[in-house]
């Protein structure tokens, strides 16, 4: 493996954990597996706050970082024959 194939692996690597982490701090919005642990607690405010604003907004960069190290890899392996 040459050195770009690896920073952009650790980047993946990286990306992996910190969005699989960033989906998981998100509130449950009713019914499906969230219910099941404990997060049907619905509250009475009908706005989002500005942290769930700001998780939203991390975990679309998380994603799309996510996204184009998958590509930039698939791009490098394509022409490092």
Do not use: C
């Amino acid at each position: 493996m040459t050195w770009p194939q690896v920073s952009v692996s650790i980047v993946l690597v990286a990306t992996s954990v910190l969005l699989a982490l960033s989906v998981l701090l998100h509130k449950g919005r009713g019914g499906g597996m969230s219910d099941l642990f404990g997060g049907g607690m619905s509250t009475s405010m009908g706005g989002t706050s500005v942290a769930e604003r700001n998780l939203d907004r991390i975990t679309i960069v998380l994603g799309l970082v996510w996204f184009l190290s998958i590509l930039t890899l698939l791009v490098l392996y394509r022409w490092s024959i």
